[in-house]
């Protein structure tokens, strides 16, 4: 830390340590960016597998509004559920039993709301033009 920094003082704020320790605002920012990184290493393990077993496709993403606006989204990925149903049951398997295939359907659950999200915001901006 930089201690000569003028937002460094006495007056204001909340103090970061108490003696040698670590008050317990800092001590629950610690444990939440512990955790966040922890959450980081699965999620990268999990993407690095699905990788492993060719079950990630890419898609782009057109959407035209009721109002004749268009956009897009490129270089999006989404599980191929093809390839998930052709996978031997051994990797099957495994990724049932380390909780990553209900991730795999939640996923797959989301890419099957896309076109409910496109007409709610449809319906919100044919409401906000009339």
Not at 12 to 40: C, M, N, R, V, W
Not at 66 to 76: E, H, P, R, S
Request: charged content about 30%.
């Amino acid at each position: 830390m930089d201690d000569a920094y003028e937002g460094f003082n006495d007056d204001e704020g909340e103090s970061l340590f108490a003696g040698e320790e670590t008050t317990p605002l800092l001590q629950q920012a610690i444990d939440f960016l512990e955790e966040d990184q922890k959450h980081y290493l699965r999620t990268e393990a999990f993407v690095q597998r699905l990788r492993d077993n060719d079950l990630l496709m890419s898609f782009d993403a057109k959407v035209d509004m009721v109002d004749g606006q268009q956009f897009g989204l490129t270089g999006l990925l989404a599980i191929d559920e093809k390839k998930l149903l052709q996978m031997p049951d051994d990797k099957a398997l495994r990724l049932f039993r380390s909780g990553e295939l209900s991730w795999i359907y939640c996923q797959l659950m989301s890419m099957g709301n896309i076109g409910k999200m496109v007409d709610r915001i449809a319906a919100r901006v044919g409401a906000s033009a009339e």
